[in-house]
């Protein structure tokens, strides 16, 4: 007696489609584009990463901040594009200014435009005072040099400042 591997009818094991030649059994859905999903996906990611790495450009309202102790007074600038505030503290007392910035190179012009007393503060400048000084960043430092327009606090504004993390 001789026994048979071969189909029923001349039929494979399996369905087949006559169409795509894939088995039956696999929704069309799932092999129909494999590359075209591999590319939809790819393209996904790529436009991700640039969505996410024009979130990193620096943004036109982001600011800066840049600290110092000098002489037992602490100074805090904060640094925008166009906008600046220094805060100048001894203990409570101090003063918080406001300024529009101008750049030209390494040169800032800082024109006050709000001028706020914290407690009892010496000596504070007045709303459309000007001042102009020489600020080069470099590594994570920056130097303030050529300061014109206070001349009273030259000693103590000028010097390095360390980026605030």
Not at 86 to 113: C, H, I, M, P, Q
Not at 116 to 123: R, V
């Amino acid at each position: 007696m001789r026994v048979s591997c071969e189909p029923v009818g001349g039929r494979a094991p399996f369905r087949y489609s006559g169409a795509d030649g894939l088995p039956s059994h696999v929704p069309d859905t799932q092999m129909e584009f494999p590359m075209f999903r591999l590319l939809l996906s790819g393209f996904v990611l790529t436009v991700a990463a640039l969505v996410a790495g024009a979130d990193e450009k620096k943004d036109p309202k982001a600011t800066t901040t840049w600290v110092r102790e000098s002489n037992g007074v602490d100074l805090k600038f904060e640094f925008g594009k166009d906008a600046g505030t220094f805060n100048v503290f001894v203990g409570e007392n101090g003063v918080v200014v406001k300024a529009k910035l101008t750049r030209e190179k390494d040169t800032v012009t800082a024109e006050f435009t709000e001028v706020e007393e914290k407690g009892n503060f010496p000596s504070k400048p007045k709303k459309g005072d000007k001042i102009s000084f020489t600020w080069v960043e470099k590594d994570g430092a920056a130097k303030l040099s050529d300061l014109k327009g206070a001349d009273d606090a030259k000693d103590v504004l000028e010097g390095e400042y360390k980026v605030k993390k």
